[in-house]
């Protein structure tokens, strides 16, 4: 009885089978087949590998939406080297809500040589070609937020050689904390002051002879300082061709969340548009010596991603890549045959001759005669 009931399973299942088999006896088989087979083959080996690089890629996936968050704090990241002397400049910020951030509050005035060692030279040549090359492909931009964390620092190497150079410039690095608000940083001649009406800076005390405001911009950043991640002012270097004249930076600062598979960090892109100028009241070019860099903070919000394919994913395309070069191999191994087969009856119908029969009354017919019975005997 129980054999009976596995005998109609079997049945049954044979009933459902949707891919019937060919007795082998029934299957025939070609070279041309074999070399379509081949070639299939091949191109489903070379696309599956293809598809498995793909998947194993990762891609970098941007949304926008209005910033909430306007009473946190911006942090300002700063290392900028001026060559002056660190007793002549103050730095200081001053934003549309009339707060003052003094320098004493996270900066650090350190002297230095203001020229750099050759390994410092070469650092920042290739800072520089880096960032010709992100200004022409933006897509770059992934590649460096995939391995933020992973790369060498982008800060300044210390000088390989001991330099006896008294010190003739002053490096200007540290952070400070401002309100999420439009501001001013600005470096200028004397320390600032603040009074009822905003702020000035002591500059009565030095002589206008000593104002140089060439200087490197190392890195500028806002928010979180993460490393192996390049900023659009880093490698900067202005070298000014007059002792009064201002550099201005406008820059928009764009709010950025940043999830990747190595990192999550909360960080600020931005953009900016450089202007540098002669102060000369008598040319009406009015103004105040100095670096400014005026920044403004987006109303928009950035959260960028890293993404994967998903595994289902992958093997639907996998299985679509095969059977679709099954189905078209298939499709032009049949065609191809079809058109083959119509060329060579046309050359055997072409070499095919009829005969000439003679007739009784000397004339010829070329029509073949019929087989008949008669004629055979």
């Known amino acids: 009885m129980r054999r009976l009931n596995r005998k109609k399973t079997l049945n049954l299942m044979k009933e459902l089978d949707a891919f019937p088999k060919v007795p082998e006896s029934y299957v025939e088989t070609t070279a ?65 809500a009339e707060t003052m951030v003094a320098s004493a509050d996270g900066l650090i005035y350190e002297p230095v040589v203001f020229d750099l060692s050759p ?6 040549r290739m800072l520089q070609l880096i960032q010709s090359r992100l200004q022409e492909e933006h897509s770059l931009q992934d590649v460096i937020f995939k391995s933020a964390f992973k790369s060498a620092s982008t800060a300044l190497p210390p000088r390989e050689d001991n330099s006896l ?15 999420k608000v439009a501001g001013n940083f600005h470096i200028t001649v004397g320390k600032a002051i603040p009074h009822p009406r905003g702020h000035a800076h002591l500059a009565a005390l030095v002589s206008h002879e000593s104002y140089n405001f060439s200087h490197r911009i190392d890195h500028l950043s806002f928010g979180e300082l993460i490393p192996g991640i ?14 009064n004249q201002m550099f201005q930076y406008f820059i928009t600062v764009v709010p950025t969340k940043l999830h990747t598979y190595k990192i ?37 919000m950035v959260t960028v991603t890293e993404e994967h394919m998903p595994f289902w994913q992958f093997l639907v395309r996998l299985c679509g890549i095969i059977g679709g070069i099954f189905s078209t191999t298939g499709i032009l191994h049949g ?7 119509i060329i060579f009856c046309r050359f055997r119908l072409g070499s095919y001759r009829t005969a000439s029969v003679p007739l009784p009354d000397g004339h010829t017919s070329n029509h073949l005669p019929l087989i008949t019975d008669n004629s055979t005997h």
Request: charged share 20%; net charge negative; glycine share 6%.
């Open 230 to 243: 390049i900023n659009p002012l880093d490698g900067t270097e202005k070298i000014a061709s007059d002792h």
């Open 32 to 96: 041309s087949g074999g070399t379509v087979s081949l070639i299939a083959f091949t191109t489903i080996a070379f696309l599956t590998i293809m598809e498995f690089t793909v998947y194993r890629d990762t891609w970098m996936k941007y949304e926008y939406e209005v910033d909430k968050d306007f009473t946190s704090k911006l942090r300002i990241n700063i290392d900028i080297t001026v060559a002056m002397r660190c007793q002549y400049v103050g730095a200081d910020v001053l934003d549309l």
């Open 119 to 124: 390994q410092q030279k070469e650092w920042q």
């Open 165 to 179: 150079q008294s010190p003739d410039a002053c490096r200007i690095h540290g952070h400070l904390y401002v309100n």
């Open 335 to 341: 065609f191809g045959r079809f058109v083959a087969e």
């Open 264 to 300: 999550s960090a909360e960080t600020h892109q931005f953009s900016v548009t450089e202007r540098e100028r002669v102060i000369n009241h008598a040319a009406g070019s009015h103004g105040v010596s100095g670096i400014f860099m005026k920044y403004d903070i987006s109303s928009l």
